[in-house]
């Protein structure tokens, strides 16, 4: 059962095709040769298929859009100098919290 437990933590990996080449063969192979994980490995498929079917879920009106685009438009603008480690940014109570945390 160990070896079940084994491929079955890496069956997201293996839909996500996270896994090298050789991993996922012996997934591939361990799937080929057993029906509980194979069995398992449909289920997680067929669950995120019908999850792909829904989507979106939601989708974010076009103002909300544009005023994200804004805010990453004026960030990359006000971006430090590279080594910098103040974050002109964020409000002062974060930007002192980080610059400690990075000390
Ligand atoms: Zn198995």
Redesign the pocket.
């Known amino acids: 059962m160990a ?2 437990e084994h ?2 933590l890496r069956v997201t990996l293996h839909l996500d095709d996270e896994l090298d080449a050789g991993e996922q063969r012996l997934v591939q192979a ?2 080929e ?6 069995n ?1 490995f449909k289920r997680e498929r067929l669950f995120r298929e019908a999850i792909r079917r829904r989507r979106p879920l939601h989708v974010a009106p076009d103002d909300l859009r544009a005023w994200v685009a804004s805010l990453v438009d004026s960030r990359r603008m006000a971006s430090p100098a590279p080594g910098s480690r103040h974050r002109p940014d964020l409000p002062s109570s974060i930007s002192d919290n980080t610059a400690v945390a990075q000390s």
């Open positions: 070896v079940c491929y079955r361990h799937l040769t057993c029906a509980p994980c194979r398992a």
